[in-house]
């Protein structure tokens, strides 16, 4: 199946500084690609959707200022939490799904953040 | 989407075939089933789709009922390591975001 690489899959960074992490789609062409956030214990909870080129649609209740999204190529788009606090600490996920991969829609193997 | 009704826990006896049931009573004719399943501190994992007919991959195979209310994800030969959250999914047709449910947590038993 289509990869999709997320980097890194654990960061850890003091409160109050910024992190990026980078969605990748390695074998084809990502029109939209969507992050996710999971909480311990609970399901993944859509964040933000971003189409390439296009500024990211954010779902209710999810700071747009605080979580950064650019989407500016076909096969990578970045988060970037800023200013980070304790209660962002979670596991971050992104999807990809390119137009060639009948309907499938493949997902990163996540990115755990710990701001201390 | 249509809201999915799962099981939150089922055990299966390794190499028995796990059947993870999912209720999906408002699904409309335009929206397909999807089913992923979550390892600890892992991404889910793409397992399989199906619109209306039954699906078969090298993974599992997907029973949707005649009416499409219910579907079941079918592992032939359990192993340890499908111990995971299985994510039985609702996606229309023109969107491609998904939104998950709890799942069930199927433990393979040796």
């Known amino acids: 199946g289509a990869v999709v690489s997320q980097h890194p899959s654990w960061v850890i960074c003091k409160s109050g500084t910024s992190v990026k992490i980078e969605c990748r789609s390695l074998d084809f062409q990502a029109t939209t690609m969507f992050w996710y956030r999971q909480f311990p214990k609970q399901s993944l909870m859509l964040m933000a959707t971003s189409n390439e080129g296009s500024k990211a649609t954010y779902e209710q209740g999810v700071e747009k200022d605080k979580f950064l999204i650019n989407h500016a190529s076909l096969t990578l788009s970045t988060l970037t939490v800023t200013s980070a606090h304790p209660e962002d600490s979670s596991f971050y996920i992104c999807?990809?799904?390119?137009?060639?991969?009948?309907?499938?829609?493949?997902f990163g193997s996540g990115t755990q953040l710990s701001v201390l | 989407d249509a809201k999915t009704t799962q099981p939150p826990s089922m055990d299966c006896a390794e190499g028995r075939a796990a059947n993870l049931p999912c209720n999906h009573s408002?699904?409309?004719?335009?929206?397909?089933v999807y089913w992923y399943r979550q390892i600890h501190s892992q991404g889910p994992q793409y397992i399989i789709h199906?619109?209306?007919n039954n699906e078969t991959n090298e993974m599992a195979s997907l029973i949707i009922t005649e009416d499409r209310k219910s579907s079941t994800l079918i592992l032939p030969h359990a192993t340890l390591r499908d111990t995971a959250v299985y994510y039985c999914?609702?996606?229309?047709?023109?969107?491609?975001?998904?939104?998950f449910g709890k799942g069930t947590k199927l433990s393979v038993i040796p």
């Open positions: 999914i609702v996606r229309g047709a023109g969107s491609y975001q998904l939104t």
């Open positions: 999807s990809a799904y390119g137009t060639d991969n009948n309907e499938k829609l493949f």
């Open positions: 199906g619109l209306k």
């Open positions: 408002t699904i409309s004719g335009n929206e397909y």
